[in-house]
């Protein structure tokens, strides 16, 4: 909200953005996108993952980072 850069990581694995659809938006379903990490996982499997700031970096008004 504030502008800055947050970067995803998950161990071992590539992240993807995919087009989705957010439905609990008060004003009704709205276009957003998700992060989509994939993979076969066993019962039990543990994804690692994590967000981290960018440090100093900021997304210039009406910009988009992906």
């Known amino acids: 909200a504030d ?3 947050l970067i995803f990581e998950a161990q071992d694995l590539t992240p993807e953005i995919e087009d989705s659809i957010f439905f609990a938006a008060p004003g009704g ?4 996108a998700q992060i ?3 993979g076969a996982a066993a ?3 543990e994804i690692a993952w ?3 700031r960018r440090a100093g970096a900021k997304v210039p ?3 988009k980072v992906c």
């Open 3 to 5: 502008g800055e850069i």
């Open 29 to 32: 379903a709205r276009k957003c």
């Open 36 to 38: 989509i990490v994939r």
């Open 43 to 45: 019962a039990g499997a």
């Open 50 to 52: 994590s967000f981290r």
């Open 61 to 63: 008004p009406g910009g």
